[in-house]
């Protein structure tokens, strides 16, 4: 059974920064996507960013330089660095993972999902 759990929400001040994490256990597709989405107060969940298992990577163009996606795969762990942080950015973040080829930001796309870690940050 597929687990994934996230950790490192919380609260910042604008302009500081925030490390996630997100740990897979129970996966074992040798070709997969682990990305992160958020979803603020009143909208719609949106892609953040994606990593592939050969380590290539898509962002969506509002965090685009601010935020690093990276992953440990001898610790099944996937990470998105937060830096820059924007009132804006003030949202639960979820992580989710996907067998497939091609890269997506899409949700609808995504089998596995974690419950989420929530991250404010104040003006």
């Known amino acids: 059974q597929v687990s994934v759990v996230e950790s490192g929400g919380g609260s910042v001040q604008a302009g500081g920064s925030l490390r996630l994490s997100c740990t897979v256990s129970g996966y074992t597709a040798s070709s997969y996507y682990m990305a992160w989405f958020r979803q603020p107060p009143g909208k719609e969940r949106e892609g953040v960013a994606v990593?592939?298992?050969?380590?290539?990577?898509q962002y969506a163009d509002s965090v685009q330089g601010r935020f690093t996606i990276a992953k440990d795969t001898a610790k099944f762990t996937v990470y998105l660095q937060m830096n820059s942080l924007k009132s804006e950015d003030t949202a639960m973040y979820y992580c989710a993972a996907r067998t497939g080829y091609l890269m997506s930001l899409e949700s609808a796309k995504y089998n596995f999902w974690g419950q989420g870690t929530q991250v404010t940050v104040a003006s």
């Open positions: 990593i592939g298992a050969d380590g290539a990577t």
